[in-house]
């Protein structure tokens, strides 16, 4: 029988505290510690290593098997299966659309893709060589200035249209970001094209030729949005959590969540991992980087490998890994001496004991930077990508903490480290 409370008894004696054990459907049990404050106790875990900061019906991740469903669906069958916009319909729902509720549920999407027209001038103020993802924390929280006609987040109606025009804008935005970089006009969206080929094509046409969209490159990055969509309370969901516990409005949290997820460590891996093939250069190098990446006196870490959660495979990084062939395939680059690199380098750290001790594997990152290269995505894209799809789950997971009944604002503790009480002494005599 599973137990049903832990007993936190102290060395001295002086008392017994006996705590709830809480069972999810799936995954770890946890030990409900809100009571713990009024023993005089706080319990530490900097990282939230075996912390859970709330409950969620939206995402599951078992890191021992390398599994992770969305709304219980498995991530290999959504993929396979479904484009972008079910599974935004999935993440924010609960269920998949039939036809009817996906055809309307896509044409709302389509109704809000076009940016105010002021908005424009936010592009401007940056300098032309800004990175897409300084451009999109701030043109994304300027959204706050814009549309401002629904921000009582607990308005339902009003969480449901803001959700609407950040799942349809950051598309536009982060397209434009890149026009802004390389000095071209904005490339309006074009409603006949699903979510994928719109954003290629506000990427890569012009005024002077319009793009034709490639249904098996088009297809491939679908299947990259949708491994991107959600990941349970990764730093940057957490993050978008936290600032929307205060009130803030969702596109003040989802610029905060993009700024998070802008870090090496987590969403900007995308584009380490491939600067780090690149600096490896060829396969006679890869010892001389493993080396590195063991050495605990050298900062350097091999990007895309490693996750919090996983101590297997990512899910995610197998499907990227065969996403990358095809299309590398379709663009006649299975000679690509980046991708090589990549598979001999997965598969040399797989079998070096430092890698396979510390369960350190591939994760989504490591492979998603050469299928976006190989698509004429530049490096400095690769997150601002993550990003486009990650606000799927972002709005999913905000919603869900504004109506959650046990939403309140996230306000963690501390253990105090610093100097005991002391008095000032006046400036003339220090
Ligand atoms: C994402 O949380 C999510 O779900 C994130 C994400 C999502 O979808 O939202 O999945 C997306 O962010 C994927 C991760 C992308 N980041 C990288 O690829 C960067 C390289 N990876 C590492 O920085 C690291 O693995 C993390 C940040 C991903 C995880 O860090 P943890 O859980 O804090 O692990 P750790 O740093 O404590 O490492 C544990 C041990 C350490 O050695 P010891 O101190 O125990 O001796 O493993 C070592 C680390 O030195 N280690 C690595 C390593 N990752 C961990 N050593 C070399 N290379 C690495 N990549």
């Known amino acids: 029988m599973k137990p049903t409370k832990a007993t936190i008894t102290f060395d001295n004696g002086s008392k017994t505290i006996e705590l709830p054990i809480l069972s999810g459907t799936l995954g770890e049990d946890v030990i409900d510690i809100r009571a713990l404050g009024k023993h005089g106790y706080f319990t530490y875990d900097p990282g939230f290593l075996s912390t859970a900061s709330c409950s969620s019906d939206i995402t599951f991740i078992d890191g021992e098997k390398g599994l992770l469903y969305y709304r219980g669906y498995p991530i290999e069958q959504l993929a396979e299966q479904c484009d972008f916009m079910e599974v935004s319909y999935l993440l924010m729902n609960g269920e998949l659309p039939n036809a009817e509720q996906k055809q309307s549920f896509t044409n709302t999407i389509r109704s809000h893709t076009m940016l105010h027209d002021q908005l424009t001038n936010v592009f401007r103020g940056f300098r032309r060589d800004a990175h897409p993802m300084a451009v999109m924390v701030g043109v994304v929280g300027s959204m706050s200035a814009f549309y401002h006609d629904a921000l009582d987040v607990h308005d339902p109606q009003h969480r449901e249209v803001s959700s609407y025009r950040l799942l349809a804008k950051v598309p536009t935005i982060a397209a434009w970001s890149y026009k802004y970089n390389l000095g071209q006009p904005f490339i309006y969206p074009q409603n006949r094209f699903n979510y994928a080929q719109n954003f290629l094509h506000m990427m890569f046409a012009t005024p002077c030729e319009t793009t034709e969209p490639n249904s098996i490159l088009a297809d491939a990055f679908e299947k990259i949005l949708i491994l991107h969509a959600d990941h349970e309370q990764n730093a940057s969901t957490s993050t978008v959590r936290l600032v929307g516990s205060s009130g803030a409005n969702p596109f003040a949290c989802v610029s905060a969540g993009i700024a998070s997820l802008w870090g090496p460590a987590h969403g ?83 079998e070096d004991e430092y890698f396979v001790s510390k369960k350190l594997y591939p994760n989504v990152d490591f492979y998603s930077g050469i299928v976006m290269r190989a698509m004429g995505i530049p490096d400095s894209m690769f997150t601002a990508i993550f990003a486009m799809a990650r606000t799927a789950g972002w709005i999913a997971q905000w919603s869900e903490m504004i109506a959650h009944p046990e939403a309140r604002i996230g306000r963690p503790r501390q253990l105090y480290t610093g100097e005991n009480r002391r008095d000032v002494i006046p400036v003339a005599k220090r």
């Open 268 to 350: 900007g891996a995308n584009e380490a991992t491939l600067k780090m093939l690149e600096e490896i250069g060829d396969v006679s190098r890869i010892d001389t980087y493993i080396k590195r990446a063991k050495d605990k006196s050298d900062t350097f870490r091999l990007m895309g490998f490693g996750h919090r959660v996983y101590r297997n495979m990512d899910p995610r990084a197998a499907i990227m890994r065969q996403t990358c062939h095809q299309v590398l395939d379709e663009l006649g680059l299975h000679d690509d001496p980046i991708f090589k690199l990549a598979l001999k380098l997965e598969q040399i750290a797989l």
